[in-house]
C-alpha cells in the first residue's frame, strides 16, 4: 500500500516549487508523482504533420521524486505523515500523524 495516492492533495517541501500544492494526477511505479500546476517546464518540440502535431514551446508537467512531497492535512492546515494502521474488520487505513485523524474512512 503506498503512502500517496491519486487524488490527495500535496505540498511540496524541497526545490523551485517550495509550498506549492495541488493534487496528485498520477503515481508512477519507480517512486515519482505528477501533481497538477507543479513543475511545469517549457518543451521545445518540433512540428510532425504525419501525426497532426504543431511544433512549438509546450509548457508541461514533470514527475517529481516522492520525497519532495508531503500530504496536506486540511484539519491542521500544515504538511504532515502518513502512517497506516488496521481496523478491527481488518480494513488497512491511511492516518495523519499529528492528530491521529483517518484519510481513507
Keep these: 500500500m503506498k503512502k500517496i495516492r491519486k487524488g490527495d492533495q500535496v505540498v511540496v ?3 523551485r516549487d517550495k509550498g506549492r500544492r495541488g ?3 498520477r503515481v508512477f511505479p519507480d517512486g515519482r508523482v505528477l501533481v497538477e500546476a507543479v513543475n511545469v ?3 521545445h518540440t518540433k512540428p510532425n504533420p504525419q501525426a497532426g502535431k504543431q511544433g512549438g514551446i509546450i509548457e508541461k508537467e514533470m514527475p517529481l521524486a516522492v520525497s519532495k512531497i508531503a500530504i496536506w ?5 500544515k504538511p504532515d505523515r502518513i502512517g497506516f494502521k488496521t481496523l478491527t474488520d481488518g480494513k488497512k ?3 495523519f500523524k499529528s492528530n491521529g485523524e483517518m484519510i481513507d474512512a
Design 73 to 77: 492535512n486540511p484539519g491542521v492546515k
Design 93 to 95: 487505513v491511511r492516518f
Design 23 to 25: 493534487a496528485v494526477v
Design 13 to 15: 517541501m524541497s526545490g
Design 41 to 43: 517546464v517549457k518543451r
